[in-house]
């Protein structure tokens, strides 16, 4: 087993054992990975939004899910945000939109 291999079944182990999220062992918050591609542009927890780019902290979930929806199907128009959620499924955007109406704004 390599080391790297080692370190991260400890680490699924101690997440397992440990259960509730402490600073060392942070569990993901459900959606945080999905919304990780986001994160850069309207920033996530403990990551602010970046200039020039709407907040989309705290907005209602449907209407994230909504606007997921409308630029994938070119009702809004936004050549970047078509090319980021053309390619999620509907649970995915779910999920995200979820996670991000979850947080303060
Ligand atoms: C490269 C930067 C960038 C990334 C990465 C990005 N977006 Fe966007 N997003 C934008 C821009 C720019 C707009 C404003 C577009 C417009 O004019 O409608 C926007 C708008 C939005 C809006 C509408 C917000 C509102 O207030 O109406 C939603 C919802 C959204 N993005 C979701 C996402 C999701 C979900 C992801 C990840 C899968 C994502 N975006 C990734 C740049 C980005």
Redesign the pocket.
């Known amino acids: 087993m390599t080391s790297a291999r080692l370190a991260l079944s400890t680490w699924m182990l101690v997440g397992l054992i440990g259960g509730c999220a402490d600073d060392e062992v942070a569990q993901a918050m459900p959606g945080e990975r999905e919304?990780a591609?986001?994160y850069?542009?309207?920033g996530g927890i403990d990551r602010a939004t970046?200039r020039?780019?709407?907040n989309?902290k705290g907005?209602d979930r449907n209407?994230?899910i909504e606007?997921?929806r409308d630029?994938a199907e070119k009702r809004?128009?936004?050549p970047?945000?078509h090319s980021?959620?053309s390619g999620?499924s509907e649970p995915q955007?779910h999920v995200?939109a979820n996670f991000y109406s979850e947080l303060d704004r």
Do not use: Q, T
């Open positions: 919304a591609a986001c850069g542009c309207h970046g020039n780019y709407p989309l907005l209407y994230l606007s997921m630029y809004r128009s936004s970047i945000m980021f959620v999620l955007r995200i």
